[in-house]
């Protein structure tokens, strides 16, 4: 019972924490991580900086101030991947946590008996951390897709994606 109060009690503070640190920020920029395939196979990674008419501008800097840019027009253009930057970290940490409240609430309903002579903690910490070790590989999982634009040097489907592609982008022109 003291087990299933002190993780009631983390997720409450975890909750309340989070909503403390989003209320302190002015402006959230969402940044995208960009993978694009030209017409002749080439490969560019970075991130999605900005879309226009003519073309997208991918930095390739781990610093998104910083200048490595590359100038890309539509009609070089393949095929356009994009991911949120942190999608990964984020739905793992989530599934590690759905995961180990789950595995808590689930061990803590559990009063049988299970035969073996090992203690209570052991079963405990083992059935928290397989689900916690599930649950985050799942949130992995789901946090690795991508969004794919097949443009293949056409003009006018690259337009037609165009609005979606600015939306994706951190410096709007």
């Given amino acids: 019972m003291v087990m299933k109060r002190v993780w009631i009690l983390s997720l409450i503070v ?7 640190y989003t209320q302190e920020r002015e402006v959230k920029v969402k940044v995208y991580k960009t993978w694009v395939t030209t017409i002749d196979g080439g490969k560019i990674k970075g991130y999605l900086r900005s879309a226009d008419g003519e073309g997208i501008i991918v930095n390739t800097s781990r610093d998104l101030m910083g ?6 027009p539509a009609t070089e253009l393949s095929e356009i991947k994009i991911r949120k930057k942190s999608s990964v970290l984020i739905g793992t940490v ?9 595995g808590a609430v689930l061990n803590d309903s559990d009063d049988s008996g299970s ?3 090992l203690t209570p903690d052991y079963w405990d910490a ?23 634009f097949e443009i293949n040097g056409n003009l006018e489907t690259y337009n037609e994606q165009l609005s979606l592609l600015q939306k994706y982008s951190y410096l709007v022109e």
């Fill in 14 to 20: 975890l909750f309340i924490s989070s909503e403390l």
């Fill in 94 to 102: 989530i599934g590690f946590t759905v995961g180990a409240s789950f």
């Fill in 67 to 72: 200048q490595d840019i590359v100038k890309l």
């Fill in 115 to 117: 035969g073996w002579d």
């Fill in 126 to 148: 083992l059935a928290v951390g397989g689900t916690a070790a599930i649950g985050a590989g799942l949130g992995a999982l789901a946090g690795s897709g991508r969004r794919s």
